[in-house]
Nanobody, 126 residues
Framework: QVQLVESGGELVQAGGSLRLSCAAS????????MAWFRQAPGKDREFVAH????????YYADSVKGRFTISRDNAKNIVYLQMNSLKTEDTAVYYC???????????????????WGQGTQVTVSS
């Protein structure tokens, strides 16, 4: 089992940057495939990015490619999401998710992940 706690969300102006963090409990963090999703009011949960167990493989949604960077530190049990050039449409609750072994690649469906954090609110103002 792994427990996930996100932090770093806040109100920021369009064009600004934020770094989200997801801290994981337990000593098996490196055995989990990690991802970030987001959910805006009235919309489905949307895939943002994922990173493989060692960090060697990364995949982004087209909507964030070139602006967001996912990374992980297995020694600290943390996965990050660096968000640059933020847009108003990036406003959402951002969730961290973990899976031992997603059934396929890219792993963009929420159903492929077994563990979720509580989310952190990101609001981008114009």
């Amino acid at each position: 089992q792994v427990q996930l706690v996100e932090s770093g969300g806040e109100l920021v102006q369009a064009g600004g940057s934020l770094r989200l963090s997801c801290a994981a409990s337990g000593r098996t963090f490196s055995s989990y495939f990690m991802a970030w999703f987001r959910q805006a009011p009235g919309k489905d949960r949307e895939f943002v990015a994922h990173i493989s167990w060692s960090g060697s493989s990364i995949y982004y949604a087209d909507s964030v490619k070139g602006r967001f960077t996912i990374s992980r530190d297995n020694a600290k049990n943390i996965v990050y999401l660096q968000m640059n050039s933020l847009k108003t449409e990036d406003t959402a609750v951002y969730y961290c998710a973990a899976a031992r072994s997603p059934p396929r690649y890219p792993a963009t469906s929420p159903g492929m992940y077994d563990h979720w954090g509580q989310g952190t609110q990101v609001t981008v103002s114009s």
